[in-house]
């Protein structure tokens, strides 16, 4: 059990390869909330989607220019945000957030209306936060059941969210900080504003930031409760099973976890020519393009719930469709 509930996050003002400063979470979600002067909340901005605990603060001690990428430590959120996203067809992005508000607030009766964070994202998206009020536990793997709740409660919701952002070290966009594309703050909406504006109203109220208060939520949920239970749960077997897939003792060419990083979330700028030759370096010890395919495309598939012999079918066939299997056994 964690007797210290993770506390760092970080924070990047400008562009998303922008230096990450190591922040307290809280303190810097309220002040952008606020408004606060220092928040700068005329310049782009993000925030980490998640929390760390102390072990953050020596990994970005240990890490050339402070990056982030590698850090495999404990972490926790006490807010799990929604992205839904739809570029070309912005009324979609508002009914798809106006449907999961809806359905979360319904799933969850507890909750009032104002416990339920939405955000127009300051382009064509929304954003939509649940607070954690189940008080879930923190763990190397909570961003992975935070994306397996998020993604079930999507689906039961009718909607399409982007997976994206559940990686640990994920930037998100920091409320009322500026969009650099479409000069637009990331709003924060009430119910009673997401549920009735028209995209044109809200997009001009974002023209401005707005401050707001961060909602505290003591009310309590066993079926949230329940539901985080069985996302962890799900994970924990997954992970069981990727645990026991790597015992390999045949020899064979393996990818690193370096690479997968790298392929996965590229790299800080102090980092990006090591991690991009060790990466290349890494592919180059495949013998042929079966093995790689297999290499890199095994674990996404077992993941997505695929079977072993499912996985192994579909990957054959789509390189015998190229004319490039199958070297592989």
Not at 71 to 89: E, K, Q, R, S, T
Request: aromatic residues 8%.
């Amino acid at each position: 059990m964690i007797t210290t509930m993770p506390k760092h996050g970080f924070v990047v003002v400008g562009g998303k390869l922008g230096q990450r400063q190591r922040v307290i979470a809280a303190v810097a979600l309220a002040g952008y909330a606020a408004c606060d002067e220092h928040a700068e909340v005329d310049k782009e901005a993000y925030l980490s989607a998640f929390q760390y605990g102390d072990d953050f603060i020596a990994h970005l001690k240990a890490t050339t220019e402070g990056s982030t990428a590698g850090y495999d430590g404990v972490c926790w959120a006490p807010w799990l945000w929604f992205d839904i996203d739809f570029a070309a067809d912005p009324e979609r992005a508002l009914a798809d957030a106006r449907r999961l508000t809806t359905h979360l607030l319904h799933r969850y009766p507890v909750l009032d209306e104002g416990d339920v964070l939405a955000f127009f994202s300051g382009a064509k998206g929304y954003h939509v936060g649940l607070p954690t009020f189940w008080h879930p536990e923190p763990s190397v793997t909570f961003h992975k059941a935070a994306r397996r709740f998020a993604e079930k409660i999507a689906t039961d919701a009718g909607v399409t969210i982007d997976a994206g952002v559940y990686d640990k070290v994920r930037l998100f966009r920091a409320p009322n900080s500026k969009h650099p594309k479409t000069g637009l703050h990331k709003r924060r909406l009430s119910n009673k504003e997401l549920m009735h504006l028209t995209p044109g109203r809200i997009a001009e109220l974002a023209a401005a930031p707005e401050p707001f208060g961060v909602p505290v939520v003591t009310a309590t949920c066993q079926r949230a409760a329940d539901d985080w239970r069985d996302a962890a749960q799900a994970v924990a077997v997954v992970t069981e099973a990727k645990a026991r897939r790597r015992v390999d003792t045949s020899g064979s060419p393996r990818l690193n976890r370096s690479t997968v990083e790298f392929i996965r979330d590229g790299a800080a700028e102090g980092d990006r020519h090591r991690l991009l030759f060790s990466a290349a370096a890494n592919l180059a010890e495949f013998p042929d393009v079966a093995s790689l395919a297999h290499a890199l495309l095994t674990e996404p598939g077992l993941d997505s719930g695929l079977t072993p012999s499912d996985v192994n079918r579909q990957i054959e066939c789509g390189l015998a469709h190229t004319g490039k299997g199958t070297a592989h056994a």
